[in-house]
């Protein structure tokens, strides 16, 4: 699924979500990267498992030439495999963007964003570097997504609404600060 902005750019966004999540739960998080500027595009997974297919960017990175910055962006397992991805592909894509999951592979600490929600202990307890890291108070792993509770996931302090609106914004200055 493709959302483009009104006004050109040249800046792309590639979501892998999260495992056994419908992608379409993603949407409201990437529509508001869409008014941010963003060309979004929103990956489709096997079994709705990015693991299946953590290459899917490159075909998405082949058909759109008009891009040049590249920012592949995961949820969970999703963040894992568009990580994994990042580190063998580093000459493809600009920065890795982290929802509630941290970096897996060679992928330096200074291109990659981590954004993950204060009562989400399991990814904190991963994290073992500290460059652009955003960790939102009262957040928990599931409202990065649109899709309800999930088993074993603390329940957040903070609406769905505001852990989204504090990713969009961390998302806005990482890319912005990148491109100047």
């Excluded at 941290?102 to 202990?121: C, E, P, R």
């Excluded at 307890?125 to 890291?133: A, G, L, S, T, V």
């Amino acid at each position: 699924m493709t959302l483009t902005p009104q006004k050109t750019s040249d800046v792309g966004i590639i979501f892998y979500p999260g495992a056994k999540v419908e992608n379409t739960a993603y949407l409201p998080l990437l529509e508001q990267l869409e008014k941010k500027g963003y060309n979004c595009y929103l990956v489709n997974m096997p079994f709705k498992m990015a693991i299946f297919n953590k290459n899917a960017a490159n075909k998405i990175i082949d058909k759109y030439s008009n891009i040049k910055h590249w920012y592949l962006c995961g949820h969970s397992m999703g963040g894992a495999m568009a990580s994994s991805y990042v580190s063998k592909n580093k000459d493809k894509v600009d920065g890795l963007i982290l929802l509630g999951s941290y970096i897996y592979g060679d992928v330096s600490a200074q291109d990659t964003l981590t954004i993950y929600g204060s009562l989400n202990t399991s990814v904190k307890k991963k994290i073992d570097y500290k460059k652009n890291i955003v960790v939102i108070q009262g957040g928990n792993h599931a409202n990065f997504g649109n899709y309800g509770h999930q088993k074993g996931d603390a329940k957040a302090t903070i609406s769905r609404k505001s852990q989204q609106n504090q990713t969009i914004k961390a998302i806005d200055q990482f890319i912005k600060k990148r491109l100047n």
